[in-house]
């Protein structure tokens, strides 16, 4: 990176020693360390929001890119089988404002063993049995 030699780097200790002075090198060394940590850290952090941003714009690109495809490939596949059927093709959701297809009604259909009366199934407590009615101080026989 800064392609620092040998020798360079002897002549800058040197000059650290006659400038800073043998006693307190170790404190300056430990200071520089710190410093040189901490544009470490700040310029990874950059780098890393850097390439997150990169990595969405490739995605978001690459996801335009396939809905393109996709539309295409509908078409075309629309169009093959317009073409085989000689109607046209629903290729997507149905309208909004068409009215639903009718249900074909349920008294038509034979009713099943045990199947339910209406009755039933307009009060479905009806099918629960009512709890018989103990008799008085028969709770207090029990303990």
Request: hydrophobic letters at 50%; aromatic letters at 2%.
């Amino acid at each position: 990176m800064f392609d620092i030699g040998v020798g360079e780097l002897l002549v800058i200790l040197i000059v650290a020693v006659v400038v800073i002075g043998p006693k307190d090198l170790p404190l300056a060394m430990r200071t520089a360390g710190r410093w040189i940590g901490k544009m470490r850290r700040v310029s990874a952090h950059f780098r890393s929001g850097i390439d997150a941003m990169v990595r969405e714009a490739e995605l978001e690109e690459m996801e335009k890119k396939w809905k393109a495809q996709n539309e295409e490939i509908m078409r075309r596949s629309a169009a093959l089988t317009e073409a085989e059927a000689g109607a046209p093709v629903m290729t997507g959701p149905p309208p909004v404002d068409a009215a639903p297809a009718a249900l074909p009604p349920v008294h038509d259909a034979a009713p099943a063993v045990g199947a339910a009366s209406a009755e039933t199934i307009a009060d479905p407590l009806a099918q629960i049995p009512a709890p018989e009615p103990t008799p008085k101080g028969a709770a207090d026989v029990q303990g």
